[in-house]
């Protein structure tokens, strides 16, 4: 515990400077819209000791019930009766957040609890854990993260759920590798971006590299790490401190939804709000792994190493509202946006009135995801973005309604190097809705 906590207070002072510069049958249907893009449908657990307290099953499952009710369009009896019924319960933790919110959400929970949603047909509950991970010193995090998630766990199990399920990133892993070890009210959990310097690292477990998945606690907990990701590798601090983008938004290959969402065996969540969910998904990659007879699954390449990676967040092209080339007239709001500020139209109907075009200096021969932000603040249309590329144009439609303050996929593609390279929007939407403009980035994919 010491060798923990003065560790925890180094990488706390260096990372603070770094900063500082539908139905209720056999199971509730718990009402997440399909696709689940909207965070807030995500309900917390309570920081109230109270609340975290066990009373007994009725009451337990009650409590439960009005907290997750207030995020989905569930009935607080639904989930009631599905926790007393042995429903399975997932419990989301996020990472680190210094200075920050402790309710802020990184950009894994929301495709992690969309694949859980659709794979468990609608049958399930995911919550989020509400923890003090604001804290400067990581230890106090740490340990609050473990008690919090024990309490939550004792508390869903004496409600009557079956299983309680874990997953987890960073900090969040470190606390489940914790919680999985002392716990026998969780079923199983799933890390991902475990800090090198925590005891729940693989190297700190023996295994001979990060990369990987990996076994723990028996098997009761699965980690999977991979090389680009600096917060697995020897000397992590220093490794994320110099892999750090202001353009990211984040530390690159640390932000593991792309794990989720992408590449061959990943997916996408099509803008049109349908849900293709191959059995090749990462996250079951993670249960096939967990239900293997092989000890330890350290592939090299491709497979378990795809990301995007420091290169390919480097690389990156951003194309904000006011480098792209507009026609009609906008509304400039500020305080929200990609570099804070993004314009505003409304839909004309079948007919154009404003457009955008955002263009960027790309590498010929090179494939591209596109991604659109939407902001918080606007954006209530279904907008058709037209990508140009080598191999012609396509369209994907986006409801900007699901999103809030996201970047949201357009797709990959090998782009020409040329000016027929473009994302293209009108407000010919067909309604009179609110319309968002903003930024478009053209992220190279290592693979």
Known sequence: MRKRLIVAVVVAVVCSIALLAGRADAAVYVGYAPPLTDAGNIPWTSQDSGWLSTKGADQDAWDIANRAATSTSQSAQAIHDFLRSGGTVYLLIPGYNPLGNSQSRSDWEVPIADYLNMSNN???LIMELDYWRTNLIYGWAFSDGVSKAESFAAKAKSAGAGQVIIFAHSLGADVTGQVTQDSANVSRGYGFGIPCFSSWAPKNKG???YQGFHRVNSGKYIEFSRTSDPASQDGCVISLLGNWSSNSGSVPGHDYMELVYDNAYHRYVNSDGSCPCPSTNFVAK???????TSNEDTASGSTYDWNKTAADYRTMKAVDDNNATLSGSYAVLSGDGYDNAV????????TATVSATWRAALTGGTKYEARV????????????YKICYSGGCTTRQVNQAYYSDVWVSLGTYIFSGTSSDYVYMNNATGGTASIGVDAVQFIPKSQ
Do not use: D, E, M
């Not at 993670?286 to 293997?292: E, G, H, R």
């Not at 314009?343 to 079948?350: H, K, L, T, V």
């Not at 932000?373 to 058709?384: D, L, M, N, Y």
């Open 207 to 209: 295994y001979s590299s």
């Open 343 to 350: 314009r505003r139209a409304y839909g004309n109907g079948s």
């Open 373 to 384: 932000f939407v902001p918080a603040i606007t954006g209530t249309s279904t907008v058709t």
């Open 122 to 124: 609608s049958h399930v």
């Open 286 to 292: 993670l249960y096939a792994f967990a239900s293997s």
